[in-house]
């Protein structure tokens, strides 16, 4: 059963953009490849025909789950989101209670996810550790080296 994902308008649009690069180009270059490579003589010694055949096989596979994800998307109305506790898309400020620095996420879709900007995945571990949570509550959050827990000073939409 495929997972249903959430994204903004603009990430869906993203994700839908990347598979149109992958099926409109990068797909024909490969299987121009795959014919440079078989005009070349014999195909059972050809290492050039076999690393195209891989590389097309490769992309398939990715164009087959990105279509599966864009068929499991979903598009989020941020406005009517519940700000009471922290869910997809919730920008959340937290406090870790051990070294007392604050920093702020918003919980996006893995496909979404970029650390620089400040966005982190529900799926990631203190992605998971946030959900549900509400303003006032602990979160404590299993990391490899043990678990670690934050205040939940303030969730926010924008």
Sequence with gaps: MSKVSYYTAEGLKKLKDELNQLKDIERPKASQAIAEARDKGDL???AEYDAAKEAQGML???????????ANARIIDESQLDTSKALVHSTVKIKNQTNGMQMTYKLVAQS????KSGKISVDSPIGKGLLGKKVGEVA???V???TMKFDILEITRD
Excluded at 60 to 70: A, C, D, F, Q, T
Excluded at 112 to 115: N, P
Aim: charged share 40%.
């Design 44 to 46: 059972s010694e050809n």
């Design 60 to 70: 398939e596979m990715r164009i087959s789950k990105m279509e599966e994800l864009v």
């Design 140 to 142: 404590e959050i299993s």
């Design 144 to 146: 490899p080296n043990g």
């Design 112 to 115: 979404e996810a970029d650390l």
